[in-house]
């Protein structure tokens, strides 16, 4: 089952918005809960003061939440979401001055080139087709600054055939109706690393996160270099 553009935003603006915190309470609790969970997904990012830093499919706000407290007060953060009805859940919930967050889609943002020091995009790009993957990556390039990073939280395939069951059982995959199962599973048989390298970013390093349930990519952009 795939939804196309205009029925995804209705599905998240009208449905996923009203429970979607509560989803994620659920989802991120074998891994300790919601808050310990986010924190230590991005415990190894290296932040500088006054970063600018944009996270893409920003959605209700919870990983934007995480990265604020890691960045600190001089950051200027924006979350930028393809759902109005999950940008206003995220709005009424920040409670951060330095956050920010829009509307918009992040294949075609209107920031301007080489603005942003970091671009995380969290717990999206599994539920996007290939070409809108790559296309979202080559978007968090343009808007990096040279030497700036790209961050991808995403999930992963664990080791082992349990803890395959249980993550699967646990997080709705089995549901025949659910719609990030092809999306997720070309995503897994391709490699956000490889998928990194074909949008053009250099010096990619992937850190595997509870037991390999999460991964977390990072890439560089470097000028100067023929994909550039």
Not at 108 to 135: C, Q, W
Not at 174 to 203: C, H, I, Q, S, Y
Not at 218 to 226: A, M, R, S, T, Y
């Amino acid at each position: 089952m795939r939804l196309n553009k205009k029925t995804y935003k209705w599905f998240y603006d009208n449905v996923h918005s009203v429970y979607y915190n509560l989803l994620m309470k659920y989802c991120f609790l074998p891994a300790g809960g919601e808050e310990k969970c986010r924190a230590e997904l991005i415990d190894s990012i290296d932040f500088s003061p006054k970063d600018r830093i944009l996270d893409m499919c920003c959605g209700t706000g919870g990983a934007t939440f995480a990265i604020a407290k890691r960045a600190g007060k001089e950051a200027e953060i924006a979350g930028m979401d393809l759902s109005p009805g999950q940008v206003e859940v995220a709005r009424k919930g920040n409670r951060y001055k330095n956050i920010k967050f829009t509307q918009g889609d992040v294949v075609n943002t209107d920031f301007e080139e080489g603005y942003f020091d970091k671009v995380f995009i969290t717990h999206a790009l599994h539920e996007m087709r290939r070409p809108e993957r790559l296309n979202t990556l080559r978007e968090a390039k343009r808007i990096l600054k040279e030497g700036g990073r790209v961050v991808v939280l995403e999930v992963d395939n664990p080791d082992g055939v349990f803890r395959r069951i249980f993550v699967g059982l646990w997080l709705f995959y089995w549901l025949p109706f659910n719609f990030e199962t092809p999306t997720r599973r070309d995503m897994l048989k391709r490699g956000l690393t490889n998928e990194l390298v074909e949008a053009g970013f250099k010096n990619i390093r992937k850190s595997s996160k509870h037991h390999g349930v999460f991964q977390v990519v990072e890439g560089e952009k470097l000028l100067g270099h023929p994909l550039d």
